[in-house]
């Protein structure tokens, strides 16, 4: 949008020099344009036209004639006529150059916007497929921890977190469970198995709690 502003503002300037090109061209053509009256618009582009002049050695003969004054009016109304045109030209493009600014200020805030809604919907997709994964992964692990040795079962535990493999036992059927518990035959076995059934009961506990628990007070 930006590069559509440049452009814009570059064919603005061209079409500038364009229009003043076609205005000099008429009046030269039309005989309304002299080196005078170009001489006179120069001066007042300066700011020079209307200054106090010098007094000169002769002062009456520096009185312009009637028609001269007349002359001279009428120039400086044509030369006001085309410095007000120019003016409202330039006005008007510069509020065409401000609307297309807005513009591209608020296409680009509506992409941001959309950009950032589809990161968050990106992000919860990717959340709740991760959250499938892992529930997927956990009901695999489960069928193959029940289809092995209980030895084996109880080695592949032990290499876990207690606190995950307190959720794979207690997620088994009670045979399978008691089996792994009866391979715990060493003290470390016995200490490890001790700590995992702890975790399944403080589960056990702390959900039956949050389920005794009162939602809101009966008056």
């Known amino acids: 949008m930006l590069k559509r502003i440049y452009n814009a503002v570059a ?7 364009l229009v003043m090109a076609v205005l000099i061209g008429v009046a030269w ?3 309304r344009l002299s080196t005078e009256r170009v001489e006179q618009i120069a ?9 106090d002049q010098a007094p000169t050695t002769q002062p009456a003969a520096t009185q312009p004639a ?3 004054a007349s002359e001279k009016i009428r120039h400086d109304e044509e030369l006001e006529e085309i410095l007000a045109r120019r003016f409202d030209w330039h006005r008007r493009e510069l509020q065409n150059l401000a609307s297309l600014i807005d513009a591209a200020r608020l296409e680009q805030l509506q992409q941001r916007e959309a950009l950032q809604q589809e990161m968050a919907q990106y992000e919860e997709a990717r959340q709740a497929w991760l959250e499938q994964e892992q529930r997927d992964g956990f009901k695999r692990s489960l069928v193959y921890l029940e289809s092995v040795d209980p030895k084996i079962a109880k080695d592949l535990l032990k290499q876990k977190k207690e606190a995950d493999a307190a959720q794979y036992l207690s997620a088994m059927n009670s045979r399978k469970g008691r089996d ?3 391979e715990c035959t060493t003290p470390e076995d016995r ?3 001790g700590r995992v059934l702890n975790t399944i009961e403080q589960g056990a506990a702390s959900q039956a709690e949050d389920t005794t628990t009162p939602t809101g007070s009966t008056g």
């Not at 001066?43 to 200054?51: C, N």
């Open 191 to 193: 200490e490890w198995i």
């Open 180 to 182: 792994i518990i009866e």
């Open 43 to 51: 001066m007042v582009l300066r700011g020079e036209l209307g200054k």
């Open 11 to 17: 064919i603005l300037a061209i079409v500038n020099l």
């Open 66 to 68: 009637p028609q001269a």
């Open 29 to 31: 053509a039309s005989g």
